[in-house]
């Protein structure tokens, strides 16, 4: 039998408070658990404008149960004691890093 493995772009490490990316060109981002909570596509809310809110209520200083990356580069972050589930695209997860769109990050990057 055969067995087929995709390799992926990227790797993580779990840490206390935050995610660790290690990309293949040897680059690393750090987005921690509170961000990755926050930002989710999964977590926004559509208010009566159209425009994206955050229900932060339930998302304070949330831990990940599992997280993984799937064939289709696809991170995929299920929380504790939350049936939710969160997937980013390793890409957009990247361009956010890079642009350093919350203040969190840069520090984390330092």
């Keep these: 039998m055969y067995r087929f493995e995709i390799p992926s772009p990227a ?4 840490e206390e408070d935050a995610l660790v990316i290690l990309w293949e060109d040897g680059e690393q981002d750090v987005f921690t658990h509170d961000w990755l909570r926050e930002n989710s596509p999964e977590s926004r809310l559509f208010s009566a404008t159209g425009r994206p809110e ?3 209520s339930a998302q304070e200083h949330a831990s990940p149960w599992s997280v993984y990356i799937e064939y289709d580069e696809t991170l995929v972050i299920s929380w504790a004691g939350l049936r939710d589930v969160s997937r980013f695209d390793l890409d957009e997860l990247r361009d956010a890093a890079a642009a350093f769109e919350v203040p969190e990050l840069a520090m984390a990057a330092d």
């Design 11 to 14: 790797k993580v490490i779990r």
């Design 54 to 56: 955050t229900c932060s």
